[in-house]
């Protein structure tokens, strides 16, 4: 990978110093990794792929946790460092939302690279639906407006996530949601003329993804980001994903039908109603100005419920296959 909106250094491994009146001294015979020289202290591992490992931090400049993403250079696809990595990096660094995942740093070694961003406290949306068997509605329809107000955000600035999930929905300390994880995420998309540009890629999971994705044509990835909003509106409400993955033809059936509620738990019909309207064929799915004025949507628009401070159950879902296995990239 090569990009220039990364720091980059020869080695992982550097010599110690020490900064005596602001200036760095070299301590022989010890070594330091790249990110100790730049301040960050690495602790436990929060997330884990085939070729990235995401690992909390400590900052001593900003005296603040931090999450830093690890990619290797030697397990990654080369698609992937010459596409997509760089493609994250210039994305995210012209980003700045209250319920986006903030990016701080980015920097390229030799053998990896490191992307340090803000670090989410209490995890992610698919682990509290685990912990609460399903999310009411009150605080389904908070956490919900601040994802269509950040996918809104991106979309005005022509950048598409294309892969909206549960597991990359965070939670910080004061319970807002922050979408992360911009891995398969492209800019430049904005619609021009009324002409809304098409991607060929196929980018996140089956059980989040359109029809038209799952048909395997072009697709407006703006209405796609807008299908993934409302299965994660249901996995909140109902504790489960509204389409069963497991088999892919069986799964291209289900995505065109129409959605299947379960009994329970009991969920509005307003909230049933505004389902529907996300999860539909791409001529009829809502856009998100209609979102934004549905009546489930701006019901007690004034409420400010802090989401899982008001609930603080315990309990976890074990042996749980109606959510998907936690992927992290």
Same mark, same amino acid.
């Given at each position: 990978?090569?990009?220039?909106?990364?720091?980059?250094?020869?080695?992982?491994?550097?010599?110690?110093?020490? $900064?005596?009146?602001?200036?760095?001294?070299?301590?022989?015979?010890?070594?330091?990794?790249?990110? @100790?020289?730049? /301040?960050?202290?690495? /602790?436990?591992?929060?997330?884990?792929g085939s070729y990235a490992t995401v690992r909390m931090a400590h900052s001593e400049r900003h005296n603040m946790n931090v999450a830093v993403k690890i990619v290797s250079k030697f397990s990654?696809?080369?698609?992937?460092?010459?596409? =997509?990595? +760089?493609?994250?990096?210039?994305?995210?660094?012209?980003?700045?939302? +209250?319920?986006?995942?903030? =990016?701080?740093?980015?920097?390229?070694?030799?053998?990896?690279?490191?992307?340090?961003? @803000?670090?989410?406290?209490?995890g992610s949306l698919l682990e509290i639906i685990r912990r609460d068997t399903y999310i009411d509605e009150t605080r389904s329809r908070r956490w919900f407006r601040q994802l269509v107000d950040a996918v809104d955000y991106c979309h005005e600035r022509g950048v598409v996530h294309r892969d909206i999930k549960c597991e990359n929905l965070l939670i910080?300390?004061?319970?807002?949601?922050?979408?992360?994880? =911009?891995? =398969?995420?492209?800019g430049h998309m904005k619609v021009k003329n009324g002409q809304v +540009?098409?991607?060929?890629?196929?980018? /996140?999971?089956?059980?989040?993804?359109? +029809?038209?994705i799952l048909k395997g044509i072009p697709y407006q990835p703006q209405y796609s980001d807008i299908w993934s909003m409302g299965v994660v509106l249901f996995a909140m409400v109902y504790g489960r994903l509204p389409f069963d993955d497991t088999n892919y033809r069986d799964l291209v059936k289900q995505v065109t039908n129409k959605v299947i509620f379960p009994k329970e738990p009991k $969920?509005?019909?307003?909230?049933?109603?505004?389902?529907?309207k996300i999860l539909a064929p791409l001529k009829a799915r809502i856009r998100i100005p209609g979102i934004k004025t549905d009546p489930w949507y701006i019901f007690n628009v004034n409420e400010s419920g802090q989401g899982s401070k008001e609930r603080?159950?315990?309990k976890?879902?074990? /042996?749980?296959?109606?959510?998907?296995?936690?992927?992290?990239?």
């Open positions: 990978m090569s990009n220039p909106s990364a720091q980059k250094t020869d080695s992982d491994m550097l010599t110690t110093t020490q $900064v005596v009146a602001g200036q760095p001294i070299l301590k022989e015979g010890k070594k330091q990794t790249v990110l @100790e020289s730049h /301040g960050y202290v690495l /602790g436990k591992t929060i997330g884990s990654a696809p080369a698609d992937y460092l010459k596409k =997509f990595l +760089p493609r994250e990096i210039e994305v995210v660094k012209g980003l700045k939302h +209250p319920n986006l995942i903030r =990016f701080l740093q980015a920097i390229e070694t030799t053998h990896r690279v490191y992307i340090i961003m @803000e670090y989410a406290e209490n910080n300390s004061d319970f807002e949601i922050k979408l992360s994880d =911009f891995g =398969f995420a492209r +540009p098409l991607s060929e890629t196929f980018c /996140g999971s089956y059980a989040y993804a359109s +029809p038209e $969920v509005s019909l307003m909230c049933k109603s505004l389902i529907n603080n159950v315990s976890f879902i074990t /042996g749980d296959t109606s959510l998907l296995k936690i992927k992290y990239f």
